[in-house]
């Protein structure tokens, strides 16, 4: 996220509106008869107040007790904002489109909206309209808008990002604040009933959609240099999906997930080191990472867990308490210090840890022989007694496995073998 991103209200019931390119006056948005079919409509929202937040400025933080936090859209034309705006009602061919939040950095007045591409949402001819929307536009899948659903992406890995005079070192950090993926900062809004005959705009109120954990890590213990460690990943481990493909239903407030959801998340906390290698964050005794991400708020989400991961693929885990846990709301997560000693070797995670630029032929790839052979029903067949999932948690990288293809014999050797 730029850093011209800010932050306006809670919940944020955005003000936006859109200009309409279709010729829509004020004569035919007033009339009592459905508008001709083809008209393009006009979008706009106001703001509302008292709301949590799911994410605020980094300048915001005097009061670590707070609900809200302001926000606004980006208003470099090279950053501005996209939403997604979709009708069910409207016309098929024209009933769902992406538009640009054109916001000033001074603006009082709502922000113009301008559509993307070259149609925007357009009526059917029909007296009521429903209008479904999301940001950002990048989340949803192009076309997907079907009766009260649209589908989206939340990533499962997410970027946390710093200054540019942040450089890393073998110094541990005092606090170091990262700042959180906006891209991933999904918001909804819903307006139904609507009738262009007595309303001349499309009032849209958008509200958070994405839940946000935002996590402290704490230093070391001790303050010798045997106490120092890297911090490479945060990585926030659920029961349930709360990241990737999923379709939501507005009216009924229900998830369909796809094949690619996932249970966890991963936020990457490698910056430049002088050389301008990406390493991980130097923590010791006293030093403060702040690190933030976004997920799904998916209802059957009952156990979460964060895990500290260090450039030797050893972790921390946290268990956390979700006995006042809400979807679509801040929750402040301050792990406990690190205790170097007791960090654990992770072999789910061990070759995400290594240098992206190391060579194949530096790396010692364990691997299974006969991987699949687990399934063989007579025990003196088995080479393994581990499933493939099972030999991967152990830090399996390499399978061996023998696929028949077809069932006859040899030709090379005049038919004695079987292949």
């Known amino acids: 996220m730029n850093m011209n991103k800010r932050f306006l209200i809670p919940a944020l019931a955005w003000s936006l509106l859109a200009l309409s390119f279709a010729g829509c006056t004020d004569d035919n948005m007033s009339g009592s008869d459905p508008l001709p079919e083809g008209t ?69 007045e709502p922000a113009p909206v301008a559509k993307d591409g070259d149609v925007g949402v357009q009526t059917n001819g029909v007296s009521n309209y429903d209008f479904y929307a999301m940001y950002p536009a990048k989340a949803v899948k192009s076309g997907s808008g079907k009766d009260t659903s649209l589908s989206a992406t939340m990533p499962d890995r997410q970027t946390a990002s710093t200054t540019e005079r942040e450089v890393m070192t073998d110094e541990a950090v005092g606090e170091f604040q990262t ?75 229900k998830f369909v997930f796809d094949a690619d959801a996932s249970n966890s998340i991963t936020v990457d906390t490698k910056f430049a080191d002088a050389s301008g290698d990406k390493v991980g964050v130097m923590m010791g005794d006293g030093s403060l990472l702040k690190v933030r991400a976004f997920m799904i708020p998916n209802p059957d989400v009952t156990s979460l867990k964060v895990k500290v991961v260090t450039a030797e693929s050893k972790t921390m885990t946290k268990n956390l308490n979700m ?25 789910t995670i061990w070759l995400s840890q290594l240098d992206p630029n190391i060579y194949l032929s530096e790396i010692s790839l364990p691997g299974s022989a006969l991987s699949f052979n687990y399934l063989m029903s007579d025990t003196y067949k088995k080479t393994q007694t581990m499933e493939l999932k099972d030999q991967f948690n152990a830090g399996v990288r390499v399978f061996q496995c023998h696929v028949n293809t077809i069932d006859q014999t040899s030709s090379i050797d005049g038919g004695s073998t079987s292949v």
């Not at 489109?97 to 001074?106: P, R």
């Not at 958070?208 to 120092?228: E, H, L, R």
Request: with cysteine.
């Open 323 to 347: 006995n006042s846990f809400k979807p679509k709301q801040i929750h402040f997560v301050k792990l406990p210090k690190i205790n170097v000693k007791d960090l654990k070797f992770d072999y």
């Open 40 to 108: 393009e409509f006009d979008f706009g929202t106001t703001v509302e107040s008292n709301r949590t937040r799911t994410y605020y400025d980094p300048a915001d933080v005097a009061n670590p007790d707070a609900t809200s936090w302001k926000i606004f859209w980006n208003y470099e034309s090279s950053l501005y904002d996209h939403i997604y705006i979709y009708s069910p009602q409207a016309l098929a061919s024209a009933n769902q489109a992406s538009y640009t939040v054109q916001a000033t950095k001074d603006m009082v």
């Open 179 to 253: 700042t959180a993926d906006m891209d991933c900062a999904l918001m909804i809004a819903k307006k139904t009933g609507y009738n262009p005959a007595t309303e001349k705009t499309v009032n849209l109120e958008f509200e958070p959609f994405a839940s946000m954990v935002d996590i402290t890590v704490n230093g070391t213990t001790g303050s010798n240099t045997q106490s120092k460690v890297r911090i490479t990943s945060v990585i926030i481990e659920a029961n349930a999906p709360i990241a990737g493909s999923f379709m939501y239903d507005y009216k009924n407030d």
